[in-house]
């Protein structure tokens, strides 16, 4: 059974930082990009950043350039999401995803596993 598991969200102040992981099973990372998209209340799901599978490419949304990190440890099956400056609209749930090819999509259908998601609080 295939699983993609995050764990790191929580509650942080504006400002600060959270590293969000993501941990697959019944998955081989080998030859798949990974992303992250969150969800806000009363919003649609939504791009934050993709990484090939080599690590090679990435790519962001623009609302979290310059703030945010995708990294992965293929020999570990882990994705990871480093969030700095945090701001209370970056408030949503995180999700973690998986796509069947090695290169990168900043689009959720492009995208075939999916965590069940971490919850991150911003407060001002």
């Known amino acids: 059974q295939v699983q993609l598991v995050e764990s790191g969200g929580g509650l942080v102040q504006a400002g600060g930082s959270l590293r969000l992981s993501c941990a697959g099973s019944g998955l081989t990372f080998r030859n798949r990009a990974m992303g992250w998209f969150r969800q806000a209340p009363g919003k649609e799901r939504a791009f934050v950043a993709t990484?090939?599978?080599?690590?090679?490419?990435?790519a962001y949304a623009d609302s979290v350039k310059g703030r945010f990190t995708i990294s992965r440890d293929n020999v570990k099956n882990t994705a990871y999401l480093q969030m700095d400056s945090l701001k209370p609209e970056d408030t949503a749930v995180y999700y973690c995803?998986?796509?069947?090819?090695?290169?990168?999509?900043?689009?959720?259908?492009?995208?075939?596993?999916w965590g069940q998601g971490t919850q991150v609080t911003i407060s001002s």
């Open positions: 990484i090939s599978w080599t690590g090679g490419s990435t």
């Open positions: 995803a998986a796509r069947l090819v090695p290169i990168i999509s900043t689009v959720r259908v492009g995208y075939n596993y």
